[in-house]
């Protein structure tokens, strides 16, 4: 064995800003995935998808700064340029989400109640418990090989994570040997979803638990994946929650993202189908790799996005009269 589990957690732990360094910290864990998909996307898949889901979570982040800053936003003065009012919340705010300054201030009203702001920190930390439970294992197994993995998991990461990688390692071996290219995508494809699979269940299981009951419909109306031009032409470039079970569903809460068979059952029918164009995309389609450089060297995907979570936001109101 090269390392213990805990020297590999440090180790990838060093790659990141500290904690309270919140934005820069989630543009690092988005590289870090970017990088690790771009090197070796034939065999990393969960990788890719965890770069637009954190990237995602950025979106998120954005807005927990400007909630943030509320006070000096309602407080400016009217005659002001809109540059004036935005100075100094940080380049990761400038343009890209100035749309978030005309929702209506009856939002920030609701979300002030200690709701929403520790709903989006429980997102927060729930990035942050993802790249501590799995990252380690991708770095384990470039350096020591499957053995590495074996002689470090824990039990409750037997079923999905090892397993996972077990698989992953076995189609990786079958492409090397070039004897079964279409059984070896097969299992890489079957692992990474196990991956998948650990990160919903053992990770992100007990983030979902702790959300308020009213930050159920915010949380669910912001699940999406929003790969952009990373989609290949006549392909989906987004996967959204509310869009695949409907807006009504959403609000109503029969459909509810933080209940795991809700969220699995979209992620089967919509995530996975609609990254797996993106995946198959790569090496043929020029804006799925331009897409992973740009997340790799950090720049922010926000004018995408943005718009979507300020869409999302506007339900609010509606939310807190029912509270």
């Known amino acids: 064995m090269l390392h213990s589990k805990e020297e590999w957690k440090a180790a990838a732990e060093s790659k990141l800003p500290p904690r309270e360094e919140i934005v820069q910290r989630n543009r690092a864990i988005t590289a870090h995935y970017a990088r690790l998909y771009l090197d070796h996307h034939e065999i990393f ?6 770069a637009f889901a954190s990237s995602q979570v950025g979106v998120a982040l954005a807005f927990v700064g400007m909630m943030q800053t509320p006070g000096r936003m309602m407080k400016s003065d009217s005659r002001k340029e809109q540059g004036d009012i935005f100075q100094g919340i940080g380049d990761f705010f400038t343009d890209t989400t100035r749309a978030l300054f005309f929702l209506p201030f009856s939002v920030y009203d609701f979300a002030s109640k200690n709701v ?13 418990r993802i790249y501590n439970d799995i990252a380690w294992a991708h770095m384990a197994y470039l350096e020591g090989g499957l053995a590495e ?4 998991v824990s ?5 999905f994570l090892l397993s996972g990688f077990r698989l992953i390692n ?3 071996g079958l492409q090397k040997s070039g004897k079964d290219i279409t059984k070896a995508g097969a299992l890489i494809k079957e692992g990474n979803i196990k991956l998948l699979r650990h990160e919903q269940v053992n990770t992100l299981g007990p983030v979902f638990d702790a959300i308020s009951p009213q930050g159920h419909i915010v949380v669910s109306f912001g699940s999406e994946l929003n790969f952009g031009e990373a ?10 929650f509310a ?4 807006y009504l569903e959403t609000l109503s809460g029969s459909r509810d993202v933080t209940d795991a068979e809700h969220r699995w059952q979209w992620i089967e029918e919509n995530v996975l189908p609609a990254w797996h164009a993106v995946d198959e995309g790569f090496g043929n389609w020029e804006g799925t790799a331009r897409r992973f450089r740009a997340m790799a060297a950090g720049e922010p995907n926000l004018l995408q996005q943005v718009s979507h979570f300020a869409s999302t936001m506007s339900f609010l109101p509606e939310l807190g009269r029912h509270q």
């Open 45 to 50: 898949k969960w990788a890719g998808m965890a």
């Open 116 to 128: 929403l702001l520790n709903d989006l920190e429980e997102i927060r930390n729930g990035n942050n």
């Open 149 to 152: 993995i074996e002689n470090n």
């Open 155 to 159: 039990e409750n990461e037997h079923e």
């Open 170 to 172: 076995e189609g990786a």
């Open 231 to 240: 989609a290949p032409p006549g392909y989906s470039s987004r996967a959204s």
């Open 243 to 246: 869009d695949h079970f409907g």
